[in-house]
């Protein structure tokens, strides 16, 4: 059984857009044997976000200086959608920070988007 709360790699992942491709990816929550509920790690902020004052705020900056065995540069974990992962599609475990887990709480606490359910099982893990 795989742990929330750690950063993961998810080969060809099926909810990237406009294709499937790579991404890395931070689990935030069970929510059974074989659910897991995660958002996604980006370089960059979508323009269109940057461009929405709703959206802006659910991102969570994550410094490379903090993970430099995973990210090549200062990325974003987007908060704005969360996505369900099999156990079998996450590979690659690392640790997430304590740091960065209470910066995604605090965007998800103060969320409009995410879903309540959502928001409840990330907010009591």
Not at 19 to 45: C, L, M, Q, T
Not at 59 to 75: C, E, G, M, R, W
């Amino acid at each position: 059984m795989l742990a929330s709360w750690k950063f993961y790699f998810v080969r060809n992942c099926r909810h990237a857009k406009p294709k499937p491709k790579s991404k890395r990816i931070v689990i935030a929550y069970r929510e059974d044997d074989s659910h897991y509920w995660g958002f996604f790690v980006n370089s960059d902020i979508h323009p269109f976000i940057k461009n929405n004052r709703k959206l802006l705020p659910c991102q969570v900056l994550i410094k490379q200086a903090d993970y430099p065995t995973i990210l090549d540069h200062d990325s974003y974990i987007d908060c704005t959608i969360i996505y369900p992962f099999a156990e079998i599609q996450l590979e690659d475990p690392a640790i997430l920070k304590t740091v960065t887990k209470d910066n995604i709480k605090k965007v998800v606490a103060e969320s409009t988007i995410l879903e309540e359910k959502h928001i409840k099982h990330i907010l009591s893990n």
